[in-house]
């Protein structure tokens, strides 16, 4: 276990890594205790059998962000990766942070990147309607028609596209969410 | 539910006004006329009473009275008549409370019974009716009490409660020791006051008002915040304080009880106060020991009754009750101990036995303790429309400052304490909280209705003081928690958020779900983990059912979507009529000018709509049980997630490239849609369904029945439902929405093109796809759909060639 913490990945950006390590020792426990076959790394049908993962409307897609580039094994440091995102914003020092370091995982802009990937499948950087439509058919309950739905997404699109291109630039994105709390929407308070 | 009005609050009484006149009138006349009758009965009883002889004689040789066709005999029936119409006036009184969605919101339930019952309390004393005596000690200590506190036992939590539990019995026992004496000693010395004329309260009487006046039922307002979605361990924390509470009040009312009946109060020694806390350790731990053995008793007969699984929610009921009165004849806690009885032996019992069973045990104890709080709570209410008070400003407006500046002490204090041993300390934010929902409840009230009057000569005065103070907790406090927990939560309730911020947060709240999902509960492991072992080894083997089939779910989930899908079809979501759809490729050019009405109603449709993030701890509601909304969205999800992932692992079947759209049939297990154009449409809509009928599989029935009129939808549903491989037999392809895509004639001249459709969906031809974009809206819809939705591996592919093989 002690060589977890010093495995590839794992010392994450800036010195104080990616979680605590407290954090990480839970994370390592739940790593194995998902990981029914122990065969060191999980697999995404590990991940489905998450039941409550089954009625998240975006399990699938959440599962999807643990396996990007089309990974068929998720290793303990790349659940890690993922996890480190919802590390609540520490207030205590930020002068201290090296600017030259990446930026930590949990940034309020690497947040918003993660949450913009859930709706950007193709990964071309940009919301088109058609993504915004997908996200959004996952999201509402079957009584509403197909119409409402496409009206909503057009006007979802139309609200924060400022280029006009119809689609939803990452800038753009982050621009419509500045009011909002993310740090408090996407943190989790047992990662801290 | 991101905006929350207050005129809200006025409209609701309008609606459960109009119930009430009915029920009022019903019960007017009812009382009114058995009055009659019972003076009637009255007069004829007597004088039969002063010529007893008379009257057999009488009978003897002939009947002076002619038999009377009509007779009302209301004596007979007095109690339970009169009780089960108090029973369905809150029954009513509560279908109007829920009947405006908002109302169960902004108070707790509870008002509505101490309105219900003062209003009933209100007829009685105006009508000079003599109410039937439902309150005295053995009937609520016996009757009236154990479903309630069953109830709290049995829907607990189990795992968060004991991941808390050493902050939990921290707080709630010593809570309510401090609330206790605390209170109790203020009084007294109060009371040393001359000037406000109660010296005659002496300490016990005082320490005994003091034990139970701080019987607190926070609960009841766990509905009002529920949507603040406070988080687990503060709800832990009030559920479990709620659930020890009771217990602990009426324990060291019993014992302060056994102290007043003792000598005078002089003669009182240490030793008497230590027997009293070891009584006190006694009767809390003997009642729990009790609890869990009946437990696991009940536990392991229900291993045994799957053959005649009607008894089930006896024996489950019947034990409880059991460990109830076995605790209370050797005078240590019965509350505890049916408390415990009930946590041990759910989990076990949940097992064991049939779903059924199950729903049944779960309503009716709901049922049971409903009736029971709503009795309670009507008799309170009759007890405060009448003659027997006596007000005494100083008691009672010091009881309730002492009541509030109590509880903030021993909150701050004890939580204080206990936060430099949790791992996660609660906020000030949530001590507020806590602090605030001390509301009272049922429990004190019959604690201060059973006093003795020998023991007490001011019993009035009690009972006046208990019910101002309830009245207060539960109106004001109940009222205003609301607000002020949404206020604390900082969060912006009355803004209007724009579309785009209301779609990302729900998108984030999910997310966040599933991430907490992920990463799972973190708790004190090694206790944990050593109950599980010890759970699996030995508990599991003696108390669960062998054989357990687990079938059972599976077999569960498919009756789930059959039923679903059948109701689907008939409900007409998937109706064929509703088609016809503009053409997909102006839209996205045209900038629309909404108005604003538009956009309101979009936000509307929106909020209304969308799927709940899922509540990670167990919501509890103390009058109702979880409304189906939750299990119905759940449902809908996995329906769509299975047809999705179905849908993925059939990806594999290629569709060999460049073949004309008619042949697309015979490999139509290949690929999931794409049909000859449907000239004669309906026809083959009706050849699909007779051939449906044949099937007996139940995936492909619930296929089926999409595509069966699923194929050219608005409706959302088709587009996640229907693109699962339908297996239409007699090799006729199911069609799958191309969605909006696609007008009739559209669709004709697309055949070929279609067959070239599902090809984004399989891995292997994704970059030719990438060609495909000039085809516009459709395709892109496609591609980031499927190519989105399923990314499985490329085994998958070559792991499905036995379905393939099978048709």
């Known amino acids: 276990m002690r060589g977890v913490r010093r495995a590839p990945g794992i010392a994450g950006a800036g010195s104080r890594g990616p979680v605590s390590q407290a954090s990480l020792l839970r994370l390592y426990h739940r790593f194995r205790a998902l990981d029914r076959n122990k065969k060191g790394y999980l697999s995404r049908m590990d991940l489905q059998q998450i039941g409550a993962l089954a009625v998240n409307p975006l399990g699938e897609r959440i599962i999807d962000s643990f396996f990007p580039d089309g990974n068929l094994r998720l290793d303990f440091p790349g659940f890690v990766r993922v996890l480190a995102h919802f590390r609540p914003i520490d207030d205590e020092d930020p002068g201290i942070r090296d600017p030259k370091e990446p930026e930590p995982l949990n940034s309020r802009m690497n947040k918003l990147r993660f949450a913009f990937q859930l709706y950007d499948l193709d990964r071309d950087g940009k919301i088109s309607r058609h993504e915004m439509l997908q996200v959004l058919r996952l999201m509402v309950g079957v009584q509403v028609t197909e119409e409402q739905l496409e009206s909503i997404a057009d006007r979802t699109v139309q609200e924060a596209d400022e280029d006009g291109d119809g689609a939803v630039s990452f800038l753009e994105f982050t621009k419509s969410l500045e009011k909002m709390d993310i740090e408090q929407k996407m943190s989790i308070r047992i990662l801290k | ?807």
């Open chain 2, 1 to 807: 539910m991101t905006y929350r009005v207050g005129e809200a609050h006025s409209m609701g009484f309008q609606v459960f006004v109009p119930f009430s006149p009915w029920s009022w009138l019903l019960l007017l006349v009812a009382l009114k006329c058995p009055e009659a009758s019972s003076d009637l009965n009255e007069s004829t009883n007597s004088t039969a009473q002063r010529e007893p002889n008379v009257r057999f004689a009488a009978a003897g040789s002939e009947p002076d009275e002619k038999i009377s066709v009509f007779a009302l005999d209301y004596d007979y029936v007095q109690i339970p008549y009169e009780v089960t119409l108090w029973i369905l006036l809150a029954s009513l009184a509560k279908i109007g409370f829920h009947l405006y969605h908002r109302l169960p919101g902004l108070m707790p339930e509870s008002c509505l019974l101490i309105i219900v019952g003062a209003l009933v309390g209100a007829i009685i004393f105006g009508t000079d009716h003599k109410s039937p005596p439902v309150m005295d000690s053995s009937i609520y200590f016996l009757y009236l009490l154990p479903p309630i506190v069953l109830e709290g036992g049995y829907f607990m939590p189990t795992r968060p409660f004991f991941e808390n539990i050493g902050s939990i019995l921290w707080w709630a026992g010593l809570g309510a020791l401090i609330n206790a004496f605390g209170i109790g000693l203020s009084l007294y010395l109060i009371c040393q006051i001359k000037a406000f004329g109660l010296s005659d309260v002496n300490l016990l009487q005082n320490l005994l008002f003091g034990s139970l006046i701080s019987a607190v039922d926070p609960v009841a307002v766990l509905a009002v915040f529920e949507e603040a979605r406070v988080n687990e361990p503060l709800y832990m924390m009030i559920f479990g304080e709620a659930l020890l509470n009771d217990g602990i009040s009426v324990v060291l009312y019993n014992i302060l009880i056994a102290f007043t009946k003792m000598h005078k109060f002089e003669d009182i020694e240490p030793v008497d106060i230590l027997a009293g806390c070891a009584r006190f350790v006694i009767v809390g731990v003997g009642g729990v020991f009790f609890g869990v053995i009946f437990g696991f008793i009940s536990a392991f007969i229900t291993r045994f009754t799957q053959n005649i699984s009607a008894i089930e929610p006896l024996i489950v009921f019947m034990f409880s009750y059991l460990s109830y009165l076995a605790a209370e004849t050797l005078y240590l806690s019965g509350i505890l101990a049916i408390t415990a009885c009930a946590v041990t032996m759910k989990k076990y019992v949940e097992e064991n036995v049939s779903q059924t069973s199950y729903t049944t045990i779960k309503y009716f104890m709901k049922m049971l303790s409903s009736v029971s709080e709503t009795l309670i709570f009507i008799f309170m209410g009759v007890s405060t429309v009448g003659k027997n008070h006596e007000w005494n400003w100083a008691f009672i407006c010091f009881t309730l400052v002492f009541c509030q500046i109590w509880r903030a002490i021993s909150v701050f204090a004890l939580f204080y304490v206990s936060n430099q041993f949790r791992t996660f300390p609660f906020s000030i934010k949530d001590q507020c909280i806590i602090f605030y929902s001390g509301v009272r409840g049922a429990g004190s009230f019959s604690l201060a209705f059973l006093l003795p009057l020998s023991l007490f000569p001011r019993k009035k005065m009690f009972v006046t003081a208990t019910l101002v103070v309830i009245y207060f907790t539960v109106f004001i406090q109940g009222i205003t928690i609301g607000p002020l927990v949404r206020y604390l939560d900082v969060k912006k309730t009355n803004k209007k958020e724009s579309i785009n911020e209301e779609l990302h947060i729900r998108l984030m709240d999910h997310l966040k779900a599933g991430i907490e999902d992920v990463c799972g509960h973190w708790s004190h492991y090694q206790v944990r983990d050593k109950f599980k072992k010890f759970d699996h080894r030995y508990l599991r083997k003696i108390l669960i059912r062998k054989n357990q089939p687990k079938s059972s779910i599976v077999s569960l989930y498919k009756k789930l979507e059959m039923k679903q899908a059948i109701e689907m079809v008939e409900t007409g979501i998937l109706s064929t009529a509703a088609f016809s759809v503009p053409c997909q490729a102006q839209r996205i050019h045209r900038i629309k000018r909404l108005s604003p009405e538009d956009v309101e109603s979009m936000r509307d449709i929106l909020t209304r709509n969308m799927y709940q993030v899922r509540q990670r701890t167990l919501s509890y509601n103390k009058y109702n049980l979880k409304p189906q909304t939750s299990e119905k969205q759940a449902k809908e999800i996995l329906i769509r997630r299975q047809n999705t992932l179905r849908e993925s692992m059939r990806k594999g079947h290629s569709l060999p490239w460049g073949k004309p759209a008619g042949t697309k049939n015979i490999r139509y297990l290949s690929f999931p849609y794409g049909r000859p154009q449907p000239a004669g449409r309906d026809t083959r809509v009706a050849e699909l369904t007779d051939n449906d009928s044949s099937d007996s599989e139940l995936p492909s029935i619930m296929f089926k029945a999409h595509s069966r009129a699923g194929i050219l939808q608005e409706s959302r549903l088709t587009q996640e439902i229907i693109p699962m491989k339908s297996l239409p037999r007699g090799g006729k392809p199911s069609h799958f929405g191309y969605q909006r895509n696609t007008s009739q004639e559209e669709h004709d001249g697309r055949g070929r093109r279609g067959a070239l459709r599902p090809k984004p969906l399989f891995h292997a031809v994704d970059e030719e796809f990438e060609s495909g974009e000039e085809s516009g809206e459709e395709t892109s819809a496609i591609r980031s759909r499927w190519s989105g939705e399923h990314r499985p591996t490329r085994q998958h592919h070559r792991s499905h060639s036995p379905l393939l093989q099978r048709k």
